[in-house]
């Protein structure tokens, strides 16, 4: 059933107080309310529900307004949960026309929304912001056919991977679920595996590595003991085959270390067949030549940005979650045409740096893209606009430092496609909320300017 969309009636409460009676109409956030087109957003979203019956879903611009909430102010679900209530301007950009002292939404609703609309239809989003800010004089549209390219890491909410930590933690998950479906294991090893987790780690924190490798393979026995026993119990059951089936090769491939591990099924030729987290197995490992950092683990992200600095700033017109570690160069094929079908215009230049040589841009692309080192084709201004490549940098870190993308809590491969989505739309919107404070200011600064003249005049 598709969702009963609010509109304003206008009509007073006796018992409520109306929200555009108690707060100030001029706040920026309420000039953003005003200015997103929620109509578009409640199209785009409502192609995911069909008619029939069943009890409708929570109002769309309602969703749409706290998940931009969430990402623009870098909020948890729970945190903003909390605010929503607290704050009327939260509740008026939301589409509220009375104050609300309870949450009309449940926590977990935003999770079963942001599955249900997926990375497709969470886009729409990121459209919508660049559209405010042509709508708002914040950016014109000639600002968008010139990008800069580049790709980031988004790390995942997990721990830093270790041998030993790895296996301790699969023996535990095995344990765990052998309890759930009652299969009475030979030991567990609860109490001494947790003590040769300890030694090994003070072992390795003293740099005696000749007894912290002792330890760990004191882990792998025991890892191999608690596989070994469970694989004979559950032999020639279907039911606890099917149950194990997934913990015992994430297990077995801890085991081995991630050294000479078999293709899995369905897997594509040259997949990353390691495991470095047991409850988000689709983490990768990435080195991007940091010295302060020289692996991140989480998945790798391409976004682009304008070239020119608009008026309202520099604003992300796309991102994605790019899995299997593609090289930078072949994503230009799929990312670009994106690009364009968001921002609805043709690219006229793309700007990028060497790790994009040999690209497999399409070929209406292929002439416009330009990587650093490049020597044919470089006029004058293509010279200054290579300048403007680094521009990218600090977009990316303000959207990792201040919008979710430096860590992401969602789950699976889904939920790393969705937190770069709505990071970059967050980064967008939040760009528009300070060239709206910064209107306001303008106004402020006018008015007062015109007041001292009329006192000066009246004075003389």
Known sequence: MRPRERREIGQNDLFKARLDQIVDMNHPLAKLARAIDWGFLEKSFGEVYRDGPGQPPLPTRLMAGI?????????????????????????????????????PFD????????????????????????????????????????????????????????????????????????????VTLRQSYARIGKFALIQQQRYAHAK???????ALK?????????IRDISRKIRAHA?????????????????????????????????????FSLHAPEVECIGKGKAHMPYEFGVKVSVATTLAHSKGGQFIVHAKALPGKPYDGHTLGSVLPEIERIVGTAIQRVIADAGYKGHNALPQHRFKVYTAGQKRRMTNAIKRAMRRRSAIEPVIGHAKAEHRMGRNYLAGQVGDAINAVLAAAGYNFRRLLAWFTLLLSAIWMAVAATSRSEAVALAS
């Open 67 to 103: 998940s931009i909430l969430k990402h623009m102010h870098d909020l948890s679900d729970e945190v903003l949960c909390e605010r929503w209530v607290e704050n009327p301007y939260y509740q008026l950009f939301c589409g509220e026309e009375f104050f609300c002292h309870k949450l």
């Open 107 to 182: 926590r977990s609703s935003m999770t079963r929304w942001r599955q249900r609309m997926g990375e497709d239809k969470l886009v729409a989003l990121l459209q919508e912001s660049l559209a405010t800010a042509t709508r708002a004089g914040a950016a014109k549209p000639a600002d968008f056919t010139k990008i800069i390219v580049d790709t980031t890491v988004q790390p995942k909410a997990v721990a830093y991977p270790t041998d030993a930590r790895l296996m301790h933690r699969a023996r535990e998950r095995l344990v765990r679920l052998a309890k759930k479906h009652g």
């Open 208 to 214: 005696q590595f000749k007894r912290a490798k002792r």
């Open 218 to 226: 004191t882990l792998k026995t025991q890892l191999g003991r608690v």
């Open 239 to 275: 039911p606890l085959e099917e149950a194990f089936a997934k913990e015992l090769m994430l297990a077995r491939r801890v085991h081995a270390q991630n050294k000479n591990l078999r293709r899995v099924r369905g897997a594509p030729e040259g997949a990353d067949l390691r495991v």
